[in-house]
């Protein structure tokens, strides 16, 4: 008697779906050390596995007040989730619009990261405190001799590891402006870079308006 067979059940291919990214649009006002940065971010791997990184720029390095409006209309993207605006307050003389900017962007969703004096004071934090009042020029020139770079382009691979550190430690500017009462733009030194990176980690979906 012949052996009975079995019937084998047809292999089925499992395809795991992939989680859809969330869309994060940058607009940044520098053409040098913030696109730098953030393209470093872009490469992380915790950062690229769940957050598409997206960075605009303004042709003609628009004011803030033309990144936020820059950045509301490309909120009426569905495809969007979140858009942030990163510029500088600049000192001894403010950028223009500056209340105008952060206005609009409160009303209308997009999320602010502002440094004051400008950028490089994110980037000094990476090396070193820094707590007394800068202008532009001074807290350039103190990035630079830091990281012993030439000009303004800065190699964002030597930043990422040091990045948590300088989280911490505009985190501890933020707090003693609040305990004195120093409030915007007189909120120098400070940068706001502390809550982007924390917004990278955030899940699909979360769209707000966030001041810094």
Same mark, same amino acid.
């Given at each position: 008697?012949?052996? $009975?067979?079995?019937?084998?059940?047809?292999?089925? $291919?499992?395809?795991?779906?992939?989680?859809?990214?969330?869309?994060?649009?940058?607009?940044?006002?520098?053409?040098? /050390?913030?696109? &730098?940065?953030?393209?470093?971010?872009?490469?992380?791997?915790?950062?690229?596995?769940? #957050?598409?990184?997206? =960075?605009?720029?303004?042709? @003609?390095?628009?004011? *803030? =007040?033309?990144?936020?409006?820059?950045?509301?209309?490309?909120?009426?993207? *569905?495809?969007? &989730? @979140?858009? %942030?605006?990163?510029? &500088?307050? @600049? %000192?001894?003389?403010?950028?223009?619009?500056?209340?105008?900017?952060?206005?609009?962007?409160?009303?209308?969703?997009?999320?602010?990261?502002?440094?004051?004096?400008?950028?490089?004071?994110?980037?000094?934090?990476?090396?070193?405190?820094?707590?007394?009042?800068?202008? #532009?020029?001074?807290?350039?020139?103190?990035?630079?001799?830091?990281?012993?770079?030439?000009?303004?382009?800065? &190699?964002?691979?030597?930043?990422? *590891?040091?990045? @948590?550190?300088?989280?911490?430690?505009?985190?501890?500017?933020?707090?003693?402006?609040?305990?004195?009462?120093? #409030?915007?733009?007189?909120?120098? *030194?400070? /940068?706001?870079?502390?809550?982007?990176?924390?917004?990278?980690?955030?899940?699909?979906? #979360?769209?707000?308006?966030?001041?810094?």
């Amino acid at each position: 008697m012949r052996p $009975r067979r079995r019937e084998t059940k047809p292999l089925k $291919r499992v395809i795991e779906k992939r989680p859809e990214l969330r869309t994060v649009v940058v607009f940044c006002e520098g053409k040098n /050390s913030e696109p &730098d940065y953030i393209n470093g971010l872009k490469k992380l791997p915790e950062v690229a596995e769940n #957050t598409a990184l997206n =960075l605009e720029l303004h042709p @003609e390095q628009g004011v *803030p =007040l033309t990144l936020v409006q820059m950045a509301v209309e490309r909120l009426e993207d *569905p495809e969007v &989730d @979140e858009c %942030w605006c990163i510029f &500088d307050v @600049e %000192w001894p003389k403010n950028h223009p619009n500056l209340f105008n900017a952060r206005q609009l962007a409160l009303a209308k969703g997009v999320n602010l990261v502002i440094s004051n004096p400008c950028f490089e004071l994110w980037l000094i934090l990476h090396h070193r405190e820094f707590a007394k009042f800068a202008t #532009t020029g001074e807290a350039e020139s103190m990035s630079r001799k830091l990281d012993g770079r030439a000009g303004k382009s800065i &190699d964002a691979s030597a930043y990422m *590891p040091l990045r @948590e550190q300088a989280a911490r430690r505009a985190e501890r500017l933020e707090q003693r402006h609040r305990q004195n009462g120093t #409030t915007f733009p007189n909120d120098n *030194p400070s /940068s706001g870079m502390h809550h982007f990176l924390q917004a990278l980690g955030q899940q699909k979906g #979360t769209r707000r308006a966030a001041e810094r």
